[in-house]
Nanobody, 122 residues
Framework: QVQLVESGGGLAQAGGSLRLACAAS????????VAWFRQVLGKEREFVAT????????QYSDSVKGRFTISRDNAKNTVYLQMDALKPEDTAVYYCAAGGAVSSRQRHYSYWGPGTQVTVSS
């Protein structure tokens, strides 16, 4: 069992940066791939980025590639999402999720955090 809590959300201006953190409690965190998804009210949750158990493999959605960077510190049981060159369309609730495989599909992730709001003003 893994419990996840996101932090670092807030308000940023377009072109600015934020860093989200996903802190995990429970055992065997290093057994899980971790992903970030985001959701705008009234829309489907969408994939943002994912990272493998050891951190050597990562994937990004086309909409954030080159602007966002996912990383993990297994000694701290934490995964980060560095978000640069933010755009108003990045405004959403951001969720981290843990699962058994690197995937962009929500159904591959068993554990989810409650989410953190990111708002980007123009």
């Amino acid at each position: 069992q893994v419990q996840l809590v996101e932090s670092g959300g807030g308000l940023a201006q377009a072109g600015g940066s934020l860093r989200l953190a996903c802190a995990a409690s429970g055992r065997f965190f290093t057994s899980y791939a971790v992903a970030w998804f985001r959701q705008v009210l009234g829309k489907e949750r969408e994939f943002v980025a994912t990272i493998s158990r050891g951190g050597g493999n990562s994937q990004y959605s086309d909409s954030v590639k080159g602007r966002f960077t996912i990383s993990r510190d297994n000694a701290k049981n934490t995964v980060y999402l560095q978000m640069d060159a933010l755009k108003p369309e990045d405004t959403a609730v951001y969720y981290c999720a843990a699962g058994g495989a690197v995937s962009s599909r929500q159904r591959h992730y068993s554990y989810w955090g409650p989410g953190t709001q990111v708002t980007v003003s123009s």
